[in-house]
């Protein structure tokens, strides 16, 4: 990667799960370490992923466990 690339590519990114902001996550020297901004993605807080992206998976897969539960939970009553 050149070093016109390095920086054009941003140090900060925003993560939304279906219009909710989940947190952001800031390159460091290792990749991308997660801040939460809501709640339910506190179980994410200062995780380090490789890219943006995986942190982003992470997060899908946090809301769509708890949508999950929360399913199965209504249907039990």
């Given at each position: 990667?050149?070093?016109?690339?390095?920086?054009?590519?941003?140090?900060?990114?925003?993560?939304?799960?279906?219009?909710?902001?989940?947190?952001?996550?800031?390159?460091?020297?290792?990749?991308?370490?997660?801040?939460?901004?809501?709640?339910?993605?506190?179980?994410?807080?200062?995780?380090?992923?490789?890219?943006?992206?995986?942190?982003?998976?992470?997060?899908?897969?946090?809301?769509?466990?708890?949508?999950?539960?929360?399913?199965s939970q209504l249907f039990a009553n």
């Amino acid at each position: 990667m050149s070093q016109a690339q390095h920086q054009a590519q941003s140090n900060a990114y925003i993560i939304e799960i279906h219009d909710r902001a989940a947190g952001i996550v800031t390159r460091d020297a290792r990749g991308f370490r997660f801040f939460s901004s809501e709640r339910l993605f506190d179980s994410l807080e200062g995780r380090q992923f490789s890219s943006a992206r995986e942190a982003e998976r992470a997060a899908r897969a946090v809301f769509s466990e708890r949508s999950r539960r929360a399913s199965s939970q209504l249907f039990a009553n």
